[in-house]
């Protein structure tokens, strides 16, 4: 069992900039890959970016080059810093930690509002 939960999120203005992070504790946490994902109202959920254990990271094209995944393995956190923020990035961002070896061993954290507006 692992348990995730996040913070950071808030109201910023377009052009601003945001950090997300998520604690996870639990089993084995560490050699989880770890992901962020969003969902706004009406949508579908959707990848922002992973991090595997070893520090391989992937990004969604509408977002690369504007957020950077990072993890700490030693406090089992993981970091989503978002720059150059859009008003299309408002949503509810989720982490989410996935065994590597087993992948339908998945959990979820509560999710953190982000809002970018004026």
């Known amino acids: 069992q692992v348990q995730l939960v996040e913070s950071g999120g808030g109201l910023v203005q377009p052009g601003g900039s945001l950090r997300l992070s998520c604690a996870a504790s639990?089993?084995?946490?560490?050699?989880?890959?770890m992901a962020w994902y969003r969902q706004d109202a009406g949508k579908q959920r959707e990848l922002v970016a992973a991090i595997t254990s070893g520090g391989s990271t992937n990004y969604a094209d509408s977002m690369k080059g504007r957020f950077t995944i990072s993890r700490d393995n030693a406090k089992n956190t993981v970091y989503l810093q978002m720059n150059s923020l859009k008003p299309e990035d408002t949503a509810v961002y989720y982490c989410n930690a996935r065994n590597p070896i087993i992948v339908s061993l998945a959990y979820w954290g509560q999710g953190t509002q982000v809002t970018v507006s004026s």
């Open positions: 639990g089993t084995a946490a560490s050699i989880y890959t």
